[in-house]
């Protein structure tokens, strides 16, 4: 982790967490780790997800933070697009299985003190394969740079730092031929981005126009994705959701949209502790709380 997660922030502050398939949440940070976790099965259904949150609660250390993680809308998106019939059955099961968490929640008389909290991390918009940018394996393939791509992006990490601007040159230039797609350096990101410091981002970067998706070349069968994210956070079709309700919150408040970088910052306010450094603005978060 570049950061800390709110689940170490808490043990931190002696507040038993339990995370249960949330991505990366089974990594050790700082010789931590939540109190109970659940590594990633993506066989198992959300109810039963649900059922071991209820087998924490519990236990005889009863956790004061649970985060579940459920991927099959994205799943779904991603190998169907946004707009397809499996999306909408993906979100009635997820529908069904907060029903099912409601439904034991007020079953044992915990409703009224729990604070409910429903998001999700980016959007997701539909793409076609005749919006692919065909890479070329030999712009791509070099002893001076490691290269990769998934989906709207592409990376490239120059071996030695000589050959930076030379290996630049030559993207920016394939970039002009084929078009539709943009090359930074890691300086050059665009601020919004919040992609800018850690170590793990490539020293250039190979950024897709809205849209449009990176390939291998024609002559390898096409991807099948129907859908994808990650491109400019600031166009509506990478817009999340966030969903709160509780005695912690508001009620019938409808705000702005606000970064995801602002639910830390909420979720530590609402665990009663204080925040690790991170990257929320001030004065950034809505206007929700009680």
Sequence with gaps: WGGEPIWITAEKNDIVSATCMWPGSEAENHNLRPTYYRNFDAHMDVKSKVDILFSWLESAKIPRFLALYIPEVDQMGHAHGPNSSQVKDALKKVDEGILYLLNGLYDRDLRGNVDLIVLSDHGMLEISTENTIYLDSKKTTSDLFYFFFEGCYAFVYPYQEKDLENIYEDFKNYSLKLGHFKVWLKNEIPLRYHYTNNVRIPEILLVADVGWVFGNTPTVPPFETKGTHGYDPTISEMHAIFIADGPS??????????????????????????PAPNNSTAGGAPDILL
């Design 249 to 274: 919150f508001k009620k019938n408040t409808i705000v702005e949209g606000f970064k995801n970088l602002e639910i830390y910052n909420i979720l530590s306010v609402v665990l009663g502790i204080s």
